[in-house]
Every structure is written in C-alpha cells, then in structure tokens.
C-alpha cells in the first residue's frame, strides 16, 4: 500500500462544491486584486485569533519581512530567532539588512531554547522571533517577559500553527505581530501562495497595510518603499471556504496523532512529540525522533510511505550564513535534531487503514 505525506486533492473533494462556488464568484465579478473576500477573510481570521486586525498578504515569508519592518528592523538590527525553522524565517532577517542571531532549540518541543535567548540579546537587539515550529508555541510567556522590559518587539512566526493554542490564547496573538502561513500544505492551505499578519497595534497595523501595498497611502502618494504584497481574492475566497473546516481538521490530526503516540509508546528507540503543558499542539507535523533516521526513511520511501525531514540542516549551518561566523558544535541541540528528525503522515483525510500501514511498517523496522 502506497501513503502519501500530503494529499490535497482528497480535502478539495471533501468541499468540491464549496470551494468551486467561491472561486466562480470571483471570477465572475473579476475583483482580482482588494476584491470583498479580501476584507472579509481578514476579519474572520482576526475574529477566530481574538485580535483586532488581519492584513492579508502574498505569502507567509512577506508576512515575517512585513511585520519586522514594522518593528523598525532595518540595517545594522539583530533579531534573535530559533535555529531550527524553515529558511524564511532567517531569510527576511537579512533581506532587511539584520543579523539573525541563532538561538538552539529545546530538546524536547524543538522550540527555541527560552534559556538562551537572554544570552544572544545585545544592544543592536530589535525584535525576537519564536517560531511554533511543527503546530505547536514557543514558551511565550518567558519571552515575553525577556522582551517587553527591554522593549524588543516580538514578532511570533506562527506559519505552522494557525489555530495552535497557548494557554488559552491563539498562535500568532501573544507578540506584537503574528504571522500565518497558507501555503498550500499548511492545516489552513490557499491554492498557491497566501499569507497573514495579525496584531492588535493600530500604529504597526496601518504601516503594515501601506507596505503591502509600495508603501503608499493613498494610492500613488509614497511615504515607504514598499512592496507589492496583497492576498489574491481568489485565495481569500478559497482560505475563507476552509477556514470553516479548520477546527474540525485540526482535530481529527489530534486523533491520528494520538493513535500514532499509543503505537509507538513501547518502541524505546522512537521519542514521539512532546507536548508543553497548556498547549494545544495543531500537528501541522507529527514528528518523531530516532537514532538511525535515514535508514528510517530510506525504509518507508522505499515501500512508498511518504515521509520528509523538517529540517536536515539548521539554519546557522546553511552555506549562505558561513559569513556569520557559526561552526557546528555551536547549537548542538538542533544540530542532532537535524539528524534525529522525520515527519510522517497526519493530514486529516487520512484513512485508518493507510495510518495502520505506517505503524506496522515503523513498528516491525524496530523488531516489534
Ligand atoms: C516556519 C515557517 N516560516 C515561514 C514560512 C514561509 O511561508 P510561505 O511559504 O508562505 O512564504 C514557512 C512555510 O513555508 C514556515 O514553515
């Protein structure tokens, strides 16, 4: 039995009728670009997070570069930010003329490390960046609480965990910007690239909404360089669409998490995800680590078991920031991850069947 890591097209046969009656309706009244879905996804996302405001953008990589300009990041700034992430999160540092400042991760959540991160603040310091990598918070109150008596902005990349909670609050709500992903893989997935900010700040929030749009208000009157970074209607209607099935897809990834947890509970060589007491971990990834990751996966891909790794190489070891002075060594902890780290298959249509075929294959690779 083949189990792909991701299938789309089984979600979009799920709400075929849904998803096509929204995208018709904008291509029948053609407002392509600032289109009425725009606003209006923006308002449900800001309601169903309990912030004020939504500014929709072309992706959730614009949405970090967005939101740090508004912080003031710009050349010569540091932002303190996890190691383990995907590229994006490092990237728009250094677009924005800003040193990432590496942080390592904790061993157990793969979140950055809240005990180091007082350790990477110097005076050049303007924002920290936790990711919610793999659905699940960063410690927010603990950097919060670093951050806020220094007044360095928090900007949380929560492009993995839209509807992740953290103590009762939201993923995305707790810093001064949240931003979202809704790349098509995501738990919340447009059908090409989207991406959000959310916050509660009226000041960052109009300067946000001029960025996206050449830094101009109004129209052809440019106070900013900015960029050209609006949502499509079309991907609003279609995020609008599913944004309705979210919570019932982010439990039903729960459920298979779950199965998968008992599974594996007697297989010592396994460490299934932890999860930090007071989250609600969204399972954008169920990862898991093992001693002998590769010949893990070369296993599964070999019997058409999809599996990735989220991520083989840790950002400070990425060749483009051999510059920034870091050797392996430096962040142990994400570097073993790196090694340890495969992610299997969770998304919410999924059939036991398939699932059942996973444990059993992982199971008996380890003699169980
Ligand atoms: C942690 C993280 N940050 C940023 C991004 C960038 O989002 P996008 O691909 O929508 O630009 C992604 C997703 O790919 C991500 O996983």
Same mark, same amino acid.
């Given at each position: ?38 606003? *209006? ?202 944004? *309705? ?124």
């Amino acid at each position: 039995m083949q189990v792909p890591l991701l299938d789309l097209t089984r979600q979009y046969n799920s709400i075929k009728s849904e998803i096509d009656d929204a995208v018709m309706t904008v291509l029948a009244h053609c407002k392509f670009i600032g289109g009425p879905e725009v606003k *209006k996804f923006e308002d449900e996302v800001a309601a169903y997070c309990g912030v004020k405001y939504g500014i929709g953008v072309n992706s959730g990589t614009d949405a970090l570069l967005i939101a740090l300009r508004a912080c003031g990041v710009g050349h010569g700034d540091e932002v303190v930010t996890t190691t383990f992430s995907f590229f994006a999160t490092a990237g728009v540092i250094s677009r924005l003329g800003a040193r990432p400042v590496f942080v390592d991760i904790d061993p157990e959540s793969y979140n950055i490390d809240i005990h180091h991160i007082e350790k990477a603040i110097t005076p050049r310091t303007k924002a920290v960046m936790p990711v919610h990598l793999f659905g699940q918070c960063a410690d927010m109150d603990a950097i919060i609480s670093i951050c806020r008596p220094r007044g360095i902005k928090v900007v949380e990349d929560a492009a993995q965990a839209l509807s992740a909670d953290y103590k009762g609050r939201k993923a995305g709500t707790i810093g001064d910007f949240g931003c979202f992903s809704f790349f098509p893989s995501k738990n919340l997935g447009a059908a090409g690239d989207a991406g959000m900010i959310v916050s509660d700040r009226a000041a960052e929030e109009d300067f946000a909404r001029i960025l996206r749009v050449h830094g101009s208000k109004p129209k052809y009157y440019h106070s900013h360089i900015g960029y050209n970074s609006r949502l499509d209607t079309i991907q609003a209607a279609v995020l609008s669409v599913k944004l *309705k099935h979210l919570s019932r897809w982010s439990a039903k990834r729960h459920e298979l998490a779950h199965a998968y947890d008992v599974a594996f509970a007697d297989v010592e060589q396994i460490r299934t995800p932890y999860v930090m007491p007071g989250n609600y971990h969204i399972y954008h990834q169920y990862t898991i680590a093992v001693p002998d990751r590769d010949r893990l996966r070369d296993h599964l891909l070999d019997l058409k078991i999809g599996c990735e790794t989220y991520y083989p190489v840790p950002l400070h070891a990425q060749e483009c920031y051999k510059d920034l002075g870091y050797k392996l060594g430096d962040l142990p902890v994400a570097e073993k991850a790196a090694r340890e780290v495969i992610s299997l298959p969770v998304f919410p249509e999924l059939t036991g069947d398939e699932q059942q075929h996973v444990i059993d294959t992982i199971r008996a690779f380890y003699r169980k």
